[in-house]
């Protein structure tokens, strides 16, 4: 991995701006009135190596930087219930699939070389318990639908957001890295949730997928999307989740008497979580998951996907904060896209599947570490490609401020 004069300046720029946040949010820890604004800074750069098998070998530096600015109306005079949030994001664009070839990324960074106005939503709070809410605006569908606690450990990809989810739509779901403008209401209670939301359903402008475009209409459609969960102590999150997409699609390897490609609707998916509290004795805290979800295999390449792993805390003998983990994500080739491949003469497998050992050490308030290694079995599914070997380091960054 090269590293430019450029890319060092930055860092040290950006070690020095998050040391002032990290000492300005120590200051704000005192107790007092919980505040009004909040400013936070994040920093994640990746260091990853292909060692074998996979496109070819070699490695790459990835990195993501995220501003972020939230308004609590409920310490304001007359704003009480409502909530505006903005979040800023860069991306230096570097990838590393094209070493490993892997459909489920490696690093959950990988975007667009761009900066890009990622979120920007207003939320009000209502109903006689205040448990229901209503937001509108730009918003990553991934930071409510869809997501595991434990989870969020992991640098794969597919640990985030399923890949027979995130792989749908003419440019992916509002996940990252570019979100579209939505209406989502939720309501919570001790015992669970429901909650429903309707997308842009192409985010962004996918001829430019370094812009930020915001564009209704055009034949587009929407993305509606609908998940319900019971939610515990032990039992952390039992939840299933829908969506479905209004536009039509083309279907794939199906053309009308004309030879151009049949348009349907159908394209729709579904997926169900469970996550639980497996041990805590002393220190030891022991959780773990299980995701499967399925995709319509007329319109998208992967039609099933199955994934769950383990976190602990408290292995470490005095490292209490310390998360360790270990993680399977496997998604399966649809049948159709198989038979297209073999009409062109290239063989595949009926799955990939990844395999992650991770390890998240905090060094400060301001730093963490986390070395990584991933093992994925037929990349892509494609027979072409061998089986590849990653390692990786990542570290971030952060610290916030507020008033």
Do not use: C
């Amino acid at each position: 991995v090269s590293v430019s004069p450029a890319m060092v300046r930055g860092a040290l720029l950006l070690v020095l701006a998050t040391g002032v946040l990290a000492r300005g949010a120590d200051m704000s820890s005192e107790p007092g009135p919980a505040p009004a604004v909040t400013l936070e800074a994040a920093y994640a750069g990746d260091l990853w190596r292909n060692v074998d098998g996979g496109i070819a070998r070699g490695g790459a530096y990835l990195d993501n930087l995220d501003l972020m600015a939230t308004l609590d109306g409920a310490q304001l005079p007359g704003l009480a219930g409502l909530t505006v949030h903005a979040h800023l994001m860069h991306n230096n664009g570097h990838a590393f699939t094209d070493r490993t070839g892997e459909a489920q990324a490696i690093s959950n960074i990988e975007g667009v070389d761009t900066w890009r106005l990622y979120e920007m939503w207003g939320e009000y709070r209502f109903g006689g318990d205040a448990g229901a809410t209503l937001r509108a605006g730009l918003y990553d569908l991934n930071s409510e639908f869809d997501s595991i606690d434990s989870a969020g450990l992991f640098l794969n990809s597919s640990h985030g957001i399923g890949p027979e989810f995130a792989q749908s739509g003419q440019n992916g779901p509002s996940i990252f890295p570019v979100t579209s403008l939505a209406v989502r209401l939720r309501q919570a209670s001790a015992g669970g949730y429901w909650q429903v939301a309707a997308f842009d359903a192409v985010p962004g402008q996918p001829q430019h997928p370094e812009r930020t475009g915001l564009h209704l209409g055009g034949g587009e459609g929407a993305l509606l999307v609908a998940e319900f969960a019971r939610t515990g102590t032990r039992l952390t999150k039992l939840a299933a989740g829908g969506w479905f997409y209004t536009a039509r699609f083309e279907a794939m390897g199906e053309t009308d008497p004309a030879g151009d490609p049949v348009l349907a609707h159908g394209n729709h998916g579904f997926y169900a979580i469970g996550e639980m509290q497996l041990l805590q004795h002393g220190a030891i805290d022991l959780s773990g998951w299980l995701r499967a979800g399925i995709a319509a295999e007329r319109f998208n390449a992967f039609g099933d996907y199955v994934g769950g792993g383990l976190t602990v805390r408290g292995l470490v003998p005095g490292r209490p904060d310390d998360q360790v983990g270990f993680a399977v994500a496997s998604v399966g080739a649809g049948a159709r896209w198989r038979s297209m491949l073999a009409l062109t003469g290239e063989g595949s497998h009926a799955r990939e599947t990844a395999v992650e050992l991770t390890w998240r050490l905090p060094v400060r308030d301001w730093l963490t570490l986390q070395p990584d290694v991933q093992y994925v079995l037929h990349p892509a599914a494609s027979a072409a490609t061998p089986s590849a070997i990653a390692v990786g380091l990542r570290f971030e960054l952060s610290g916030s401020w507020s008033r």
